[in-house]
């Protein structure tokens, strides 16, 4: 059998119709019909489109799936996950949860009845604990947003099936290539493919995997349904960013891990996260479960106030102050004051967003730079202290 890295390549198809080694874009919102109903597989892009279809295959293949569904966010993907439910159905949920998800769990979802509780999947007796009998879906990220807990979804995947229950699994942070939790036994699989599979910040996107046809199928109804479909030339970003997907993550794993071991000596740093470091908690269930540990490194300040936060995430030079993740460029993000402040400040410190937890997407530069660049900003925050920035 061939090396995952080439079926990965080859398994992006040339165009049967004139070579292109480039998948077309299909940039067409309709199809010519020979007759009413009879066509060559297409009749409008919202239902289906060569160029959405293609990547979909690809994802699939990548997720060892049976049908992926490409989406126009990450949160359209999850919104579509969650349309599998029901009024009165219950949700348990990792308690370290994105923000976006939270605030679609917590203000859409739970006025149509549907219920979630948050529990700490890292130790899966707290899952088995918060299932009841109207619990139809476990939702975990892992490693989870921005706090890198792992939870054993082979573990968590037998709870599910024991009681009933669909176990989904936002995998945005590992990406297929580290992980793929359909195999390890969950149902669904999520990813904001604005993330690693785009790769290069210029695309947003979400994606949903099912293991089954059954469930791939209403997946596809929901997409059709809802109309939040991938557009054709965003299908093709994110195919032509699977192309390297590869070699991008190994080096994202490569810097995160130096960068980890930097902060976790430097005497400003509280804590750090980072399933690849051996005292983080969860080190060998993330052994286990995944051939990488990833390109994200989160850390607080031992000054634990969101001004010394600020004031260290506008120093960078290299890392760039925004949100999203997971691209060419470096990133550093306040996740109580960016991605998690529609979480409660209780629940968030609760789930270990404390207020100066600093979460970094590291790059693809220089590992060196890298490190010179967070320790550039540390001096500079300790030298004029006096201009942390007033949060109001």
Not at 200 to 208: K, N, P, Q, S, T
Request: aromatic share 8%; net charge negative; hydrophobic share 40%.
């Amino acid at each position: 059998m061939s090396n995952i890295v080439t079926q990965t390549i080859h398994s992006i198809p040339s165009d049967p119709l004139t070579g292109a080694i480039s998948v077309p874009i299909y940039q067409t919102s309709t199809f010519v019909q020979e007759a009413p109903g009879v066509n060559l597989g297409y009749d409008y892009s919202r239902t289906n489109n060569p160029t959405r279809a293609t990547l979909e295959k690809i994802v699939a293949e990548l997720e060892g799936g049976h049908t992926a569904a490409a989406f126009s966010s990450g949160l359209a993907a999850i919104d579509a996950v969650i349309k599998l439910l029901q009024a009165g159905d219950e949700i348990v949920a990792v308690d370290d949860i994105y923000g976006g998800a939270f605030r679609l769990f917590t203000h859409i979802y739970e006025k149509f009845g549907i219920k979630v509780t948050y529990t700490d999947s890292t130790n899966a007796n707290n899952v088995l604990q918060a299932i009841n009998s109207k619990t139809k879906l476990i939702w975990i990220e892992t490693p989870t947003n921005p706090t890198l807990k792992i939870s054993d979804i082979e573990v968590i995947a037998k709870i599910a099936k024991a009681y009933g229950c669909l176990l989904c699994v936002d995998n945005t942070f590992a990406s297929p290539v580290l992980q793929q939790p359909l195999l390890l036994g969950a149902d669904l699989v999520v990813h904001s493919a604005t993330k690693y599979l785009g790769g290069h910040c210029d695309l947003i996107a979400g994606l949903v995997i099912t293991k089954t046809e059954e469930l791939g199928s209403r997946i596809k109804f929901i997409q059709n349904a809802s109309g939040a479909v991938l557009s054709p030339f965003d299908s093709w970003l994110i195919i032509r960013g699977i192309e390297t997907l590869h070699l991008r993550v190994k080096q994202h794993c490569e810097n995160a891990a130096a960068v980890a071991k930097f902060l976790q000596n430097h005497p400003a740093v509280d804590k750090v996260f980072y399933p690849g470091l051996q005292d983080h908690p969860n080190h060998e269930i993330a052994k286990k479960q995944a051939k990488g540990f990833g390109g994200v490194v989160s850390f607080t300040l031992k000054e634990d106030t969101e001004a010394a936060a600020t004031s260290f995430v506008t120093s960078t030079k290299y890392f760039k102050l925004a949100e999203s993740l997971g691209g060419v460029k470096s990133l550093v993000c306040h996740p109580a004051a960016m991605t998690h402040k529609s979480i409660p400040s209780e629940k968030r410190r609760a789930a270990g967003v404390s207020d100066s937890l600093i979460r970094l997407s590291v790059g693809l530069e220089d590992a060196a730079d890298l490190i010179d660049d967070l320790n550039q900003a540390f001096h500079t925050i300790a030298e004029k202290p006096e201009q942390h920035y007033a949060v109001s």
